[in-house]
């Protein structure tokens, strides 16, 4: 009792990390194809101008430059005397003409270039290419730690492409400035995106959210404009030298690696042939020789389930997959490793780009802290937790895990993490690969969770711990786990189904039977 009750605990804590990617998912989706009907209708609309269009930072750029430029010992005068006057200027007077039209040159080229690398970190959302981006949704990820960051880039991506110039509840304004650094100076974009909170927008999107609810109950966040009506402020920037180092590229959105190819991991390990999986890995069953492709007899074990209804028995024999071997297997277990290696490769330095892995092509989120090293603090909490505490942890438990029986020390993050994936991957490749649903009467394999309330789920207990059924190793070392039971996930295969008709005038032994299975 004490192991099922860490099985459910485990088991709550990966739905509610599944709930929370489908939430978010779809409430990003909703979004993303908010703006994309806004603009529709805009172009759509009778009237000739959009009134909710936010003033351009390309045009505030234009006139600040122009204004430079023309005012009284601006650069065209500066120009002027270096051309005309050149004869008549000092050293320092030249110097200093010089170094002002560089300088403004330097910071013309500079913020157009910091411009360009922002068109293109947020190409994909410009709203005429909202469409395709909708199309392709599981190939990108809006990045972030947490629920604040990824509504910070969501909404920043957004309000750099202009899309809030369609929305009648959203406003952005943009700004550019030119900060000092040890080299020199650097260019920064500035965004402020001002909500109504009485507004659609926030009430589809950030409403009830734990972050902004802090946000209220502490004033932070919140302005009010010129008559007085108060707004809900996202701000943000970018800089130069983001765009220089290349990380302003994916700031905002990330590119999802491509998923695992299960179907050709399965073929490569042998595991299956031609697509069908190979009798070694049904409970009981035995490899086919090398010199016969079929074997001579099913050797897998098989367990009758029994169906009664409108006067007629269905019996159907079912033989029960080995999970934990295949699993095990060399072939098929290093090429995943090395799958999962290249994924880190990819995205090791780049959070949004593992979020992304983990939503888009697992279908669950991170646990809180993913990217945290655990400190000593967390140890503590952890290990001060009931045993369904730590089954039920929210967090990345393989943090706590120590190198070895003798070695106290914790293993690395990135090996925890490593391990993480690794685990909802596994997972994830028999769910995709195993299920096949067959026609009328014929085979087919099912996924189902154990269970101990029903007669049928009983006996299937009762027979993989008599059949000796290897434990999977993720409930062998997380758990504990020596014997199947409720809560552990099972795959097995049905075979063809027969039906008699019932006697009529059943025995007291066949009566017991019929009440049993009816």
């Known amino acids: 009792m004490k192991q099922k009750s860490l099985i459910e605990a485990h088991n709550n804590t990966i739905n509610r990390l599944v709930d929370i990617s489908q939430r978010r998912q779809g409430q990003d989706l909703d979004f993303v194809t908010r703006s994309s009907i806004n603009f529709r209708d805009a172009q759509t609309s009778p009237s000739s ?5 936010d003033e351009k930072l390309t045009v505030k750029v234009r006139d600040a430059f122009i204004d430079e430029a023309q005012k009284t010992g601006g650069i065209i005068e500066a120009q002027t005397k270096l051309n005309s006057q050149l004869p008549n200027l000092s050293n320092t007077e030249i110097k200093a003409l010089t170094k002002q039209k560089n300088d403004y040159f330097k910071r013309l080229e500079q913020i157009g270039q910091v411009g360009g690398y922002l068109s293109v970190a947020t190409e994909e959302i410009h709203p005429n290419n909202l469409p395709d981006f909708l199309a392709s949704w599981d190939q990108f990820n809006f990045n972030g730690y947490n629920n604040r960051d990824r509504d910070n880039n969501l909404f920043q991506a957004s309000g750099w492409a ?16 030119f900060q000092p650094t040890k080299s020199g100076e650097k260019t920064v974009l500035t965004q402020d995106i001002y909500i109504d909170p009485l507004g659609k927008t926030f009430k589809d999107f950030l409403y009830n959210k734990p972050y902004i609810m802090d946000d209220f109950l502490r004033g932070r966040n919140l302005e009010p404009d010129e008559k007085g009506k108060w707004w809900y402020k996202i701000s943000g920037e970018v800089d130069s030298e983001a765009a220089a180092d290349g990380n302003l590229l994916d700031q905002f959105i990330s590119e999802v690696p491509t998923g695992y190819k299960v179907g050709d991991g399965f073929d490569n390990a042998g595991l299956t042939i031609k697509g069908t999986l190979q009798p ?3 409970l009981g069953g035995t490899p086919i020789s090398k010199d016969n492709e079929t074997p001579e007899e099913d050797t ?44 880190f490769g990819i995205g090791g330095g780049n959070p949004g ?3 992304g892995y983990a939503n888009n092509r697992l279908g669950i989120d991170l646990p809180i802290g993913f990217f945290d090293q ?8 952890y290990e001060n937790l009931s045993p369904e505490g730590k089954a039920g942890y929210m ?32 997972e994830k490749n028999l769910d995709r690969k195993l299920p096949q649903k067959g026609g009328s009467n014929e085979p087919s394999i099912i996924k189902e969770g154990l269970r101990d309330d029903t007669t049928q789920g009983i006996e299937m207990i009762n027979f993989l711990n008599d059949n000796n059924m290897p434990i999977p190793e993720f409930y062998r070392m997380m758990f504990g786990v020596k014997e199947w039971q409720a809560g552990m996930p099972i795959f097995y295969q049905t075979l063809g189904e027969e039906i008699k008709d019932l006697p009529n005038n059943p025995s007291p032994q066949q009566k017991e ?5 009816s």
């Not at 295949?326 to 490793?337: H, L, M, Q």
């Not at 039977?513 to 299975?517: A, G, N, P, R, S």
């Open 49 to 53: 101008t959009n009134k909710n269009e």
């Open 162 to 177: 202009n899309n809030f110039d369609y929305y009648n509840d959203v406003k952005s304004i943009k700004n550019f400035s």
């Open 280 to 282: 070694q890995y049904f």
């Open 300 to 343: 897998a074990v098989k367990m009758p389930i029994y169906k009664i209804e409108e006067n007629k028995i269905g019996r159907t024999l079912i033989k029960f997959i080995n999970t934990e071997a295949i699993n095990a297997n060399i072939v098929y277990k290093s090429g995943v490793g090395a799958y999962i290696a290249g994924i």
């Open 353 to 355: 780009v593992l979020y």
């Open 374 to 381: 655990v400190t000593p603090q967390e140890i503590t909490l």
């Open 395 to 426: 967090g990345l438990r393989e943090k706590f895990n120590s190198l070895s029986k003798t070695n106290s020390q914790k293993i690395g993050l990135v090996n925890a993490q490593k391990a993480w994936i690794m685990q909802r991957l596994l």
């Open 513 to 517: 039977f019929i009440k049993k299975y």
